[in-house]
């Protein structure tokens, strides 16, 4: 009997520190979770265009009218062809949270495609701050975004 505790012991002791290790309080959760919530989300929708502007100047011209109207910008990654923009948030108790997210697809060497999705999410701030709601695509704010970006790669 004592040699079976002996032999469990070590494995009992294993379960209890890893656990322990990895166990998290209620508030680290909670703070991830709003964490993760703010986060960009690749989402399908919003409207797409084709431009004649070779990819260099078009990522910069879009990158440049975008701090024209007074985004700032999240991340910019010419390699994956992704602008995000810095979520702008309204609202005092009820939030609205919307950024601009811009896919540039590489069609031919003197073609690209653009996609603009606009995205509002929601959330409340009272006594406690929750996280926000799954992202949806604004299609009319995505359409006046994707007409102001197109009028400006015609202006090049």
């Not at 919003?46 to 985004?71: I, S, W, Y």
């Not at 702008?88 to 073609?111: E, P």
Request: charged share 25%.
């Amino acid at each position: 009997m004592n040699r079976h505790l002996l032999l469990a012991m070590p494995f009992v002791v294993a379960t209890i520190t890893t656990q322990s290790a990895t166990a998290q309080s209620r508030h680290e959760r909670k703070a991830r979770e709003l964490e993760e919530s703010a986060q960009p989300k690749a989402l399908a929708g919003g409207v797409t265009f084709a431009t004649p502007v070779p990819m260099d100047r078009c990522f910069e011209a879009v990158l440049n009218q975008l701090k024209r109207q007074g985004h700032d910008i999240e991340t910019a990654d010419r390699e994956a062809g992704r602008i995000v923009t810095v979520m702008a948030i309204s609202g005092s108790h009820y939030q609205t949270g919307a950024r601009i997210l811009v896919t540039f697809i590489k069609d031919s060497a003197t073609q690209n495609s653009l996609r603009v999705a606009v995205t509002s999410q929601k959330r409340k701030k009272l006594l406690t701050t929750e996280p926000w709601s799954d992202p949806k695509v604004d299609e009319e704010a995505s359409t006046s975004v994707a007409r102001q970006l197109e009028e400006a790669l015609k202006a090049l």
